[in-house]
């Protein structure tokens, strides 16, 4: 049936993001915690909404949560700013700073949303690719900033699908490069051994996003939020609906920051499962990349990436296929699960091999 009105022409072959949604025991595909936040928290959270007003609109610039990530990472809370998950982030960013006539820069392979916001809202998107090694080629970086003056710059550390974090003085190199706003993907940054945070200041044009989904163990409740200088959170204030960050979210995300030694200690443990999946993965015949995150990228040498991900999903595992993705043609990518979910993978995945 044709529809009775068209959507932006622009729009025709744009496909939307999603991640497979399948029934399985073993959920390894989108990065999220594999353990719960601590009863303590969901005790404290149901404390606090219950002191809700829920007949009011919920305060409409998130003060407080503000200012609590404000003195946790040694900001000013005016350069904060928070939203439903780091994705509408980056989608605040594109409004404010891309748009029609301008540009943003990627370079893949990389996280897929940052090239879909930036389209969807209207701009051109300017892609460079990544070395063979998939690390970050500095030549490329120069030609395309130098080629189409983006408004954007986007790099992801550590980079998801990868894993690989940038250097500092990577980072600190396009900094000095860019024409316009340098944007560092933190979603996995506190996996990392350093984080782009401390180059935030004032009269540097640099952003750093983050979120509450993976090592908060919020994935449920969509909070993300960017450090940055204050005059672009003003700017980023000017086009965001109106009380877009509701008050339950608001309240769970203060009293995550309550948590912070439990965070830590997730974190911790992630890191090392993560050292033992890397181990077991080499130990099999795949191409393993090194990641700084929660989850490994790797390829199987002599098996189809799509046959492979079928043949777990038939063991009831669930990892990402990352074939169709730049430059990634037989890639897999496993989430770090807790130590019973990636004995089952590694179990799975070797006998899918064998």
């Not at 949303?113 to 209207?122: K, N």
């Not at 933190?186 to 983050?210: C, D, I, K, N």
């Amino acid at each position: 049936m044709t529809p009775l009105v068209q959507p932006r022409p622009d729009l025709s072959l744009v496909e939307g993001y999603h991640s497979p949604q399948v029934d399985v025991e073993v959920r390894l595909n989108t990065n999220e915690s594999p353990v719960p936040p601590p009863a303590a928290f969901l005790e404290a959270v149901a404390a606090a909404v219950a002191r809700v007003d829920w007949h009011r609109y919920p305060d409409r610039g998130a003060t407080a949560l503000r200012a609590r990530i404000a003195a946790l990472h040694g900001v000013e809370p005016a350069q904060v700013f928070v939203a439903n998950g780091s994705n509408e982030v980056l989608q605040t960013l594109s409004l404010a700073y891309a748009g029609p006539g301008r540009s943003v820069a990627v370079f893949e392979p990389t996280y897929a949303l940052h090239s879909h916001i930036a389209r969807i809202t209207g701009a051109t998107v300017a892609e460079g690719e990544r070395a063979a090694d998939l690390s970050l080629d500095r030549d490329e970086v120069r030609r395309v900033l130098a080629g189409a003056d983006p408004a954007l710059t986007y790099l992801c550390s550590p980079n998801n699908p990868t894993g690989m974090v940038e250097a500092p003085e990577v980072v600190a190199e396009v900094l000095g490069l860019v024409p316009g706003l340098l944007v560092v993907d933190e979603a996995y940054g506190q996996f990392a051994p350093w984080s782009a945070l401390e180059l935030v200041g004032e009269g540097v044009p640099l952003v750093v996003t983050r979120t509450f989904s993976k090592t908060w163990s919020m994935a449920a409740a969509r909070l993300g939020y960017l450090v940055g200088p204050s005059w672009v959170v003003a700017e980023l204030d000017k086009v965001v609906l109106p009380y877009h960050l509701d008050a339950l979210k608001q309240v769970a995300g203060v009293v995550a920051l309550d948590f912070v030694g439990e965070m830590e200690a997730r974190v911790s443990h992630l890191v090392e499962e993560r050292g033992r999946l890397e181990a077991g993965l080499r130990d099999l015949p795949c191409d393993v990349w090194p990641s700084a995150a929660n989850f490994i990228l790797f390829r199987p040498r002599a098996a189809d990436a799509a046959a492979v991900w079928r043949a777990l999903v038939d063991r009831s595992v669930l990892v990402r296929d990352c074939s169709s993705w730049p430059r990634l043609q037989g890639c897999l990518r496993v989430t770090v699960g807790t130590t019973d979910e990636d004995d089952r993978f590694l179990t799975a995945l070797r006998e899918v091999l064998a």
